[in-house]
């Protein structure tokens, strides 16, 4: 697989693909809605990505950025199957993915310098968007609309957009270098292996969803009609977990009945125990599934 995210003119997505699955994608742009893809590492790094447009009997218009605006080139290239292999290189980092290429510079001016917001102002933003990065979840672009609002009083926010990305950018890639040097499974890690089990066995299994437990309790049921059942943690467990006080896990069935949830949390525990995971769970099932999680480390992907 490629550490990699790709995105359709369509709007979909395609985390981590193979090689020849990239290729299929690039392949297959042209027509109405579906001409072209971008494509970021994954974890994201802010200014640095490569795409492909192409319609019709036209060309392959590749481009790529490699930090600012001033750093964004693009190329004619005559067929796909050599964007293709750009792409696979590029997403490998291969040393010469590019050769061969005509690269020329788009002529874009450098980015305007941005202002920092005032002293207090920016402590408080940076330990705001920290406690953010540390639960894991969120992109550059979502937690930049946060930040742009999370200090806001009275309608009014003391930071602009531009200032709230600035900072989220900066912080991102503070953490995605913290991260590459962890080493180990983490809980996160586990717990990821765990619900992506339990959504395969036929539970809706979701995480960070939505913002308390009685929003995700009464909009679960609309993820998956199909689903047996459902388990999800909310936003604040999410900040729970990532400040080291535990997760809290909610479950149950679709037909409100104690012993349908009951066989849902028994499953969901012992995939949790399956994955390495401490589970405190007495089997009630109007008690939620706490775990302690010592070990958080939610590795950010964007």
């Not at 679960?220 to 388990?231: H, K, L, M, P, Y």
Request: some cysteine; proline content about 6%; hydrophobic content about 40%.
């Amino acid at each position: 697989m490629l550490e990699i995210k790709v995105e359709t003119e369509g709007r979909q997505t395609y985390m981590r693909p193979t090689p020849d699955g990239l290729t299929d994608l690039v392949l297959g742009i042209g027509g109405p809605k579906n001409r072209f893809l971008v494509v970021q590492r994954v974890p994201d790094r802010p200014g640095r990505f490569i795409q492909v447009w192409h319609e019709g009997d036209g060309p392959y218009e590749l481009e790529y950025r490699a930090g600012g605006p001033t750093d964004h080139y693009r190329a004619a290239v005559a067929t796909p199957e050599r964007v293709a292999e750009a792409m696979v290189g590029w997403a490998r980092r291969t040393e010469d993915w590019d050769a061969g290429i005509g690269w020329e510079s788009l002529g874009l001016p450098a980015a305007e310098p941005v202002p920092a917001p005032e002293p207090e102002v920016l402590a408080r933003l940076e330990e705001a968007v920290r406690d953010e990065l540390r639960g894991g979840f969120g992109t550059v672009e979502t937690l930049t609309g946060w930040a742009a609002d999370c200090l806001t009083k009275d309608g009014v926010s003391p930071v602009t957009q531009e200032q709230a990305r600035a900072v989220v950018e900066r912080l991102w890639l503070e953490r995605v270098e913290e991260q590459e040097r962890w080493t180990g499974v983490s809980d996160a890690d586990r717990l990821e292996r765990a619900f992506a089990a339990l959504g395969a066995a036929g539970l809706t299994a979701r995480q960070n969803f939505t913002c308390c437990r009685s929003c995700g309790m009464g909009e679960v049921g609309a993820e998956d009609e199909s689903a047996r059942g459902f388990v999800f943690f909310h936003s604040q467990g999410t900040a729970s977990a990532a400040a080291g006080h535990g997760l809290a896990l909610y479950y149950g069935g679709f037909d409100d009945s104690e012993e349908t949830t009951t066989a849902v949390g028994g499953e969901v525990a012992a995939a949790l125990r399956d994955a390495g995971l401490t589970v405190e769970w007495d089997g009630n099932p109007s008690k939620a599934i706490e775990l302690p999680l010592p070990d958080w480390r939610k590795r950010l992907v964007g």
